[in-house]
C-alpha cells in the first residue's frame, strides 16, 4: 500500500511538471510553436514518458485552459460568498475585480495561456475548454445579479455587455501591467473606479 501510494505521488508530481513545463512554453510561444518533445525537454524528461500521463498535446493544452480558468473561478467564487450576504453593490464588484486580477497576475502561466492562446487552439479543444469558461462567465452572472438587486444600477443597463466587458478588460491587464508601477490592489480600486463610477465628473 505505501509503494502503490509513492509510486501515485511520484506520477503526480511528473504530471504536475509537465503540465507547469507546458503553461510556460504555451504562455512564451504560443500553441502551434510547443510540440510535444519541447514539453517533455522543458519537463526534463523523455518524449515517450510524456505519454504515459498524456494521450496527446491536444489534452495537456486543454488542463492547462481549464487550470487557468478555474484558478481565478476558485479566487473570485472565494470572494463572492464572503461577500455576497451584507456587502453593498460597489464592495461586491470590486472584491471580485481584485480577486479576478490578483490571481490572473500571479498565477502568470496558467492564466496567461489561458487568455493568450485560447484563440490559436483546434476548435474542438476551445469548444471543450468552453464549458469552464461558460462556468466563470455564470458566476460573474450572479455576481452582477446580486449586486443589481442593491438598488443602485441604472435599470437600462445591459449586464451582458457589462460583464463581456469586465471580464475582456481584466485580462488584457496581462499584456501591459507591471508590477514596479504600483500594487494590484491598486490597480482593482482604479478599475472598479472607473467600471462602476465612469469618466465624467460631477455637473
Same mark, same amino acid.
Given at each position: 500500500?505505501?509503494?502503490?501510494?509513492?509510486?501515485?505521488?511520484?506520477?503526480?508530481?511528473?504530471?504536475? /511538471?509537465? #503540465?507547469?513545463?507546458?503553461?510556460?512554453? &504555451? /504562455?512564451?510561444?504560443?500553441?502551434?510553436?510547443?510540440?510535444?518533445?519541447?514539453?517533455?525537454?522543458?519537463?526534463? @524528461?523523455?518524449?515517450?514518458?510524456?505519454?504515459?500521463?498524456?494521450?496527446?498535446? *491536444? *489534452?495537456?493544452?486543454? *488542463?492547462?485552459? =481549464?487550470?487557468?480558468?478555474?484558478?481565478? &473561478?476558485?479566487? $473570485?467564487?472565494?470572494?463572492?460568498?464572503?461577500?455576497?450576504?451584507?456587502?453593498?453593490?460597489?464592495?461586491?464588484?470590486?472584491?471580485?475585480? &481584485?480577486?479576478?486580477?490578483?490571481?490572473?497576475?500571479?498565477?502568470?502561466?496558467?492564466?496567461?495561456?489561458?487568455?493568450?492562446?485560447?484563440?490559436?487552439?483546434?476548435?474542438?479543444?476551445?469548444?471543450?475548454?468552453? =464549458? $469552464?469558461?461558460?462556468?466563470? *462567465?455564470?458566476?460573474?452572472?450572479?455576481?452582477?445579479?446580486?449586486?443589481?438587486? /442593491?438598488?443602485?444600477?441604472?435599470?437600462? #443597463?445591459? @449586464?451582458?455587455? &457589462?460583464?463581456? @466587458?469586465?471580464?475582456?478588460?481584466?485580462?488584457?491587464? #496581462?499584456?501591459?501591467?507591471?508590477?514596479?508601477?504600483?500594487?494590484?490592489?491598486?490597480?482593482?480600486? =482604479?478599475?472598479?473606479?472607473?467600471?462602476?463610477?465612469?469618466?465624467?465628473?460631477?455637473?
Amino acid at each position: 500500500m505505501v509503494q502503490a501510494t509513492n509510486k501515485n505521488e511520484r506520477a503526480e508530481k511528473t504530471r504536475q /511538471r509537465i #503540465l507547469d513545463a507546458a503553461a510556460r512554453l &504555451f /504562455r512564451e510561444r504560443g500553441y502551434a510553436s510547443v510540440s510535444l518533445r519541447v514539453i517533455a525537454t522543458a519537463a526534463e @524528461m523523455k518524449a515517450g514518458s510524456v505519454y504515459y500521463h498524456f494521450k496527446s498535446k *491536444e *489534452e495537456i493544452v486543454l *488542463e492547462v485552459l =481549464n487550470v487557468g480558468i478555474e484558478l481565478v &473561478f476558485s479566487a $473570485v467564487e472565494s470572494s463572492y460568498e464572503k461577500n455576497r450576504e451584507h456587502a453593498d453593490a460597489e464592495t461586491l464588484i470590486s472584491r471580485a475585480v &481584485f480577486a479576478h486580477l490578483e490571481t490572473l497576475l500571479k498565477h502568470t502561466d496558467y492564466t496567461s495561456a489561458n487568455v493568450r492562446i485560447y484563440g490559436q487552439v483546434p476548435e474542438n479543444i476551445r469548444s471543450d475548454a468552453l =464549458n $469552464v469558461r461558460r462556468k466563470y *462567465e455564470g458566476l460573474w452572472d450572479d455576481i452582477l445579479k446580486t449586486a443589481s438587486s /442593491r438598488g443602485t444600477f441604472k435599470s437600462d #443597463l445591459d @449586464m451582458r455587455i &457589462f460583464r463581456l @466587458m469586465l471580464i475582456g478588460s481584466l485580462n488584457a491587464t #496581462l499584456e501591459w501591467f507591471d508590477p514596479v508601477q504600483g500594487s494590484i490592489e491598486e490597480l482593482a480600486k =482604479n478599475y472598479s473606479q472607473i467600471l462602476l463610477n465612469g469618466l465624467l465628473g460631477d455637473k
